[in-house]
């Protein structure tokens, strides 16, 4: 009679845990750095682990096309996508206010990752981030790893300075190859850090051009428009080495990089990655990605993701 009481109550616990949970698909604004912030929660159920993706960009919103890299991991996570400062839904909804600089945003994150933990009575979250994300991703788990079960860094930016500098000179020797004389003149122009969204728009249509053998689909106009509110932001973070800055991190930490990504330059990434300290690490390879390995190789994004959990 005690085993059945036991094993009838365990299992009532056990049901009617489960009755309770329930899919979320939910977005919403919350206060976080004193302004309204958008997110954007899903998952097959509101009981599963939190993952928080943070965009790149800075200043790109991925909300609007997230399924493509987030419905298998739906499966597994309340899945949350967040339009930071100045960007998307939120810039919608106010502006700043404040000067935009890395403290604020590692701030905002933090915040934003408070704000689920309470929501969900959960201790900690999987913290996954790309490109500026990425960055943003280790600035957070070097200071809050207690806030971490995991910190995944995505084609993150280690030393972005540096990887600039390499990517213009492959540039112009592929062009001095080529005899392309338009992409010598242009990428002469161009000095590190970056004085300008037209030294931008001419490295990275360079980058896409001579090195990835693509068109950028960028044009001018846009870069030029974005350095406005985002070039000094991105020559602050270039300026970081987290090979020097931030020798270890204490929550497991998964580096997930492009083989031909010179954009944020997978071979600093990978000299970081052995130098780091942490409780667990793993490097993981997209042999056939740049700097976009979420979409171009999605499926692989999430099964590694799933996996090491």
């Known amino acids: 009679m005690r085993i059945f009481l036991i094993i009838l109550f365990y299992g009532a616990i056990y049901f009617g845990s489960s009755a309770l949970a329930h899919p979320i698909h939910q977005s919403q604004a919350i206060k976080a750095g004193n302004i309204l912030q958008w997110i954007k929660m899903d998952g097959d159920s509101d009981q599963l682990p939190l993952l928080l993706f943070l965009h790149g960009g800075p200043g790109n919103s991925v909300m609007g096309y997230s399924n493509r890299f987030t419905l298998h991991l739906q499966q597994y996570f309340i899945v949350t996508q967040w339009d930071q400062r100045e960007t998307g839904k939120t810039k919608a909804l106010n502006s700043s206010g404040e000067a935009l600089t890395i403290p604020l945003f590692e701030s905002d994150a933090v915040e934003v990752i408070n704000y689920l933990r309470n929501k969900f009575h959960q201790d900690k979250i999987y913290l996954v981030g790309h490109s ?54 242009e990428l002469a122009e161009v000095k590190i850090p970056f004085e300008n969204g037209r030294q931008l728009f001419f490295h990275r249509r360079w980058l896409h051009t001579l090195i990835h053998q693509k068109h950028s689909g960028i044009t001018k106009t846009a870069v030029e428009k974005w350095a406005l509110t985002w070039l000094a932001l991105l020559n602050k973070a270039s300026e970081v080495n987290f090979a020097v800055e931030v020798p270890e991190i204490k929550c497991p930490v998964y580096f997930l990089i492009g083989n031909r990504d010179y954009q944020t330059n997978s071979e600093l990434t990978k000299t970081y990655y052995e130098k780091l300290k942490a409780p667990k690490k793993e490097l993981f390879w997209f042999t056939d990605s740049a700097h976009l390995l979420n979409l171009s190789e999605s499926k692989k994004f999430q099964e590694v993701i799933i996996s090491v959990i």
């Open 132 to 185: 500026w994300g990425g960055f943003l991703a280790l600035k957070v788990a070097s200071h809050y790893p207690e806030l971490l079960a995991a910190c995944f860094a995505v084609a993150p930016m280690v030393h972005q300075m540096e990887s600039e500098r390499l990517a213009l000179t492959k540039m112009k020797q592929i062009g001095a190859q080529q005899k392309n004389a338009r992409a010598l003149e």
